[in-house]
Nanobody, 121 residues
Framework: QVQLVESGGGLVQAGGSLRLSCAAS????????MGWFRQAPGKEREFVAA????????DYADWVKGRFIISKDNAQNLVYLQMNSLKPEETAVYYC??????????????WGEGTQVTDSS
């Protein structure tokens, strides 16, 4: 079992940065790949980024490549999403999730409650 709690969301101006954190509890956290997803109002949840259990492999949605960075600290049971050059349309609830293997969707069986990121421009 893995429990996930996101934090770090808030108001941000267009072009600004935020770092989201996801704290995990559970003895087997370091055996899970982790992903970040987002859901904007009126839209479906979409993949943002993922990282393998060891942190050696990452994957990103095309529209965040070069702007967002996902990282994982197995010693601290934390996953981060550094978001730079944010755009107004990226206002959404951001979720972290755990999967037995790195993936863009489908295999994630543990989810957090989400953290809100809102454009303040």
């Amino acid at each position: 079992q893995v429990q996930l709690v996101e934090s770090g969301g808030g108001l941000v101006q267009a072009g600004g940065s935020l770092r989201l954190s996801c704290a995990a509890s559970g003895r087997t956290f370091n055996m899970y790949a982790m992903g970040w997803f987002r859901q904007a109002p009126g839209k479906e949840r979409e993949f943002v980024a993922a990282i393998s259990w060891g942190g050696g492999t990452t994957d990103y949605a095309d529209w965040v490549k070069g702007r967002f960075i996902i990282s994982k600290d197995n010693a601290q049971n934390l996953v981060y999403l550094q978001m730079n050059s944010l755009k107004p349309e990226e206002t959404a609830v951001y979720y972290c999730a755990a999967s037995p293997s790195i993936a863009t969707m489908g295999s994630y069986n543990y989810w957090g409650e989400g953290t809100q990121v809102t454009d303040s421009s």
